[in-house]
């Protein structure tokens, strides 16, 4: 969505501690990966106990809403004026790997997905050619651009992968629907796909660029798309990577611009979560947290939202029912799958992402990236 992009104020950093213990639910424990509604317990509360963001120094003052978190020591972000980092030490030192024409175009990277240190795919977005898939695997010692868009219509703002080959990048509506644009070969060549199991978009609809969480996806084949700037925030989802979709309202207030969803995260194909709200500074973002135990067939409110706007979230790994929320007014975590949100931590993120060793990584405006750590 074009509309997004103007800078927020950063908060000081404090370590937060998790006050408060979750109510018990019988809710289905889903640490196998078996679908169900993720359930509350005792000991998701225990392991976040005096957890925290330690902020890393990137040398870097640009905004970063793209975050690939490979392990506790490596990930990559991207951001603004074409910049793209790598750690591969846990954030003690960064190596600026941005690609050269990125740069001197100034290009907005705000997505990119690893698969481990050296290979990643990254996205810029705007109007027309500004849109653009990048392609690296030499830890980002050179890039290949393999898409740049042709159609001024167009404006994608996420990308998301199933595995090493097959991914998927979402553009705002071209002719009244989404464009989906898909490959089957870890990036090196795009396609277009049909348009026809596609539904209608609502007139402004559109995906938020803001974290790289408006297209998301769970197991082999299904995927999330989240909108806003319409009538009604809506998720649509796909169970055969993107080319046929069906739509749920979120019940996230929309009916401007600048609302709606922002961000999804499923921890399997059945157990979602949705954030968003108003990214406008000092806008209120009421009811802006839904859930879904059905892979995103429906989507109840959460009871006990965050309290602000957010734009980034993801599941903690190996934890019965714990995710994070994260906005540029602060990190807000829950034990009980979504449905209830206390705040974390303050300070500045755009985005967050976990690995599947359990670690989790948050990044944002001037230069700011976080590992979440005990205090």
């Not at 090493?164 to 870890?186: E, N, Q």
């Not at 055969?240 to 399997?268: C, H, M, N, Q, Y």
């Amino acid at each position: 969505m074009r509309l997004l992009g103007v800078g927020m104020c950063a908060a000081v950093l404090a370590l937060g501690l998790l006050a408060a213990p979750a109510h018990a639910d019988g809710g289905t424990d889903g640490r196998d990966g078996t679908e169900g509604t993720a359930g509350t317990g005792a000991a998701d509360v225990h392991a976040l106990r005096g957890m925290g963001w330690a902020v890393k120094d990137t040398g870097k003052d640009v905004r970063f809403r793209g975050l690939a978190a490979v392990s506790r020591t490596t990930a990559w972000i991207a951001g603004s004026k074409g910049t793209v980092l790598r750690t591969v030490d846990g954030g003690r030192s960064w190596r600026d790997v941005s690609p050269p024409g990125a740069v001197a175009e100034g290009l907005e990277l705000r997505d990119i997905e690893a698969f481990d240190a050296r290979r990643a795919v990254a996205l810029s977005i705007g109007e027309g050619e500004a849109s653009r898939v990048l392609r690296t695997e030499d830890g980002g010692a050179t890039w290949t651009e393999a898409f740049r868009n042709p159609d001024p219509r167009a404006f994608y703002d996420c990308l998301t992968f199933f595995d090493s080959r097959h991914g998927l990048a979402v553009s705002d509506p071209v002719d009244g629907r989404f464009r989906m644009l898909s490959t089957d070969d870890g990036g090196r060549n795009w396609t277009v796909l049909p348009g026809a199991g596609m539904p209608d978009a609502l007139p402004g609809e559109a995906g938020f660029a803001a974290s790289g969480q408006c297209l998301v996806s769970a197991g082999s084949r299904d995927v999330w798309l989240a909108t806003g700037g319409g009538a009604s925030a809506r998720i649509l989802h796909s169970a055969d990577r993107g080319r046929t979709w069906r739509v749920a309202e979120s019940g996230i207030p929309a009916g401007d611009a600048a609302k709606g969803v922002f961000a999804l995260a499923f921890r399997d194909r059945t157990t979602g979560l949705a954030v968003g709200g108003d990214y406008r500074t000092g806008e209120a973002s009421p009811h802006a947290a839904a859930v879904s135990a059905d892979a995103g067939r429906t989507w109840q409110p959460s009871p006990t939202p965050p309290p602000a706007y957010r734009s980034g979230a993801a599941w903690l790994p190996h934890l019965r029912g714990a995710a994070l929320a994260v906005g540029p007014t602060g990190t807000d975590v829950t034990t009980d799958g979504g449905r209830s949100w206390r705040p974390l931590q303050t300070g500045s993120f755009d985005t967050v992402d976990c690995a599947a060793d359990g670690s989790c990584w948050a990044a944002g405006e001037k230069g700011r990236v976080g590992r979440l750590e005990r205090s």
